[in-house]
């Protein structure tokens, strides 16, 4: 049959409605649809959970080094190309507010670094840091003031540090930004995403002294897992299959129409040619 014969057998069969081509074309593409949207949604969920873990600040990493920790180092390693942000912490002597004089409220001393790991864009030039719930109950905000024993104290920055498995420390804390050029018992790191290269970079802020314990690292969130690798689950996702598998279905679907219309056409001839040999 030419070309030209095909199409327009084609179209009168698609016309008569004889192939059922809308309702196979429509289950064609609900196929497609299914499929694409099963992928979608897949790789969505990575991206949320991305974004939980790291909101979690669970890409944190906290290097435990008691009186050991070069602050000044620890602020430099967020020059690195692998490392976001990072900042030095050591504990302080509690803070008493006239507000609340009875409470002593648990405070750390910190290099400036650790604003960018707080969510701290542009906290003010001078004065403490406050956990918001803290904040809160004070009746305080940035810009304010605290009434100390040894007089006011500017609220530089407030910042957000919920209870979701997270290291509990800085809840309801006070942060006092010092110079980074002291010594400190830890230094945190927000790498994106943590290698064993930036551990040993983290490691690289150790002072070495002959009373020098162990440097041990962890992570200052694990509820949420202890690592998470979004190009592995995105490679190994279920629904990856969804690029050769639709073509097989579709041309399975295909092949079932084609098939079927055969099958109905040679029905109708048969059932033709035993009318006409009755007549006959």
Known sequence: MKLRGLCSETARNVGT????????????????????????????????DMDVFRSGVADVSK????????????????ET?????????????????NESPNV????FEVSLGLASILGLDS????????????ASALMVEQGGSLSTPNGPMTVAGVFAWPNDGRDARFGFSVLVPISSSEQFDECWVRAWPFTDETSHIQRSV???????GPAVVAQLNN????????NRLYRERVTRHSLWVAPIVVGAIG??????????????????????????
């Open 104 to 107: 002593a409220m648990a405070t």
């Open 123 to 134: 906290p003010d030039p001078f004065g403490v840091w406050i956990e918001n719930e803290l």
């Open 17 to 48: 409605g004889t192939t059922k081509a809308a309702v196979w074309t429509l289950t064609a593409a609900a196929v497609l649809v299914l499929l694409s949207t099963a992928d979608v949604l897949v790789i969505r969920q990575i991206e949320t």
């Open 63 to 78: 290097l435990v080094a008691a009186e050991h920790v070069d602050g000044a180092v620890c602020d430099r390693l967020s």
């Open 223 to 230: 509820s949420l897992g202890t690592a998470f690798d979004p």
């Open 81 to 97: 190309a692998t490392i976001e942000g990072s900042g030095a912490v050591r504990e302080a002597v509690p803070l008493i507010v």
């Open 206 to 212: 150790v002072t070495v002294s002959s009373d020098q």
């Open 255 to 280: 092949f079932v129409a084609v098939w079927r219309r055969v099958k109905v056409g040679n029905r109708g001839r048969a059932v033709l040619s035993s009318w006409v040999e009755r007549e006959l």
